[in-house]
């Protein structure tokens, strides 16, 4: 690296140790910082391909890095620019993050007042729920879970707030969720199942 800079574009070598390189580590660090961080996320989520992808890129980078720093070992800034750029990384990669909002969230939602009215809405809403009646240390609560994609997840508490503003609410990723099955596909999947084994039977008995 130092070779390119100093022979092929003329840099001289205290402008290199002192300012390039050190440029090149922090950016470096955020760039791979900033991918484990999306890494992470996507391997909680499932995507195996695209988190494997991701680790090589990431622990290349790191490499190349370290390697350029054991060149530097006398010099300071490398080690500032190493700190600086894996807090800044951690930084942008949970920024990152909440803005990619990949993979499903179970919600539940407590309150101890009335949640007909909230519950009626719901039903007119893309939301799936349940709602539950239960016991709390100071009496019978209402307890509605829902599992949302992570970018629906403040229109969905929102929703919840109009209606129930000091309702409690915690959320908990979810690893993986089937997906729901409506009353019309669950029917027609039972009638496929039942011509199924009545032609079934019907060639069996042929053969008889």
């Known amino acids: 690296m130092q070779d390119f800079f100093v022979n092929?574009?003329?840099?001289?070598?205290?402008?290199?140790?002192?300012?390039?390189?050190?440029?090149?580590?922090?950016?470096?660090?955020?760039?791979?910082?900033?991918?484990?961080?999306?890494?992470?996320?996507?391997?909680?989520?499932?995507?195996?391909?695209?988190?494997?992808?991701?680790?090589f890129c990431e622990s290349l980078i790191w490499v190349t890095v370290i390697t350029a720093i054991f060149k530097q070992v006398n010099n300071p800034l490398a080690y500032v620019a190493y700190a600086g750029g894996y807090a800044t990384g951690t930084f942008i990669g949970m920024t990152l993050e909440n803005k990619l909002a990949v993979g499903k969230v179970l919600v539940r939602f407590i309150t101890r007042q009335d949640a007909s009215a909230l519950v009626e809405h719901l039903k007119t809403t893309r939301f799936g729920f349940t709602n539950v009646k239960a016991e709390g240390h100071k009496?019978?609560?209402?307890?509605?879970?829902?599992?949302?994609?992570?970018?629906?997840?403040?229109?969905?508490?929102?929703?919840?707030?109009?209606?129930h503003p000091k309702a409690f609410y915690s959320v908990e990723a979810t690893k993986y969720a089937s997906?729901?099955?409506?009353?019309?596909?669950?029917?027609?999947?039972?009638?496929?199942?039942?011509?199924?084994?009545?032609?079934?039977?019907?060639?069996?008995?042929?053969?008889k």
Request: hydrophobic share 45%; aromatic share 10%.
């Open 8 to 55: 092929y574009l003329g840099v001289s070598e205290s402008l290199f140790a002192w300012v390039i390189l050190p440029c090149l580590i922090f950016l470096a660090r955020i760039t791979d910082v900033s991918i484990g961080t999306v890494r992470i996320l996507l391997m909680m989520n499932g995507k195996k391909k695209l988190a494997t992808f991701l680790g």
């Open 139 to 163: 009496g019978g609560v209402n307890l509605i879970f829902s599992v949302v994609e992570r970018k629906d997840l403040k229109e969905l508490v929102d929703v919840v707030k109009s209606y």
């Open 179 to 207: 997906e729901p099955i409506e009353d019309n596909e669950e029917e027609s999947l039972q009638k496929r199942k039942q011509n199924f084994f009545q032609l079934f039977m019907k060639d069996f008995l042929k053969r």
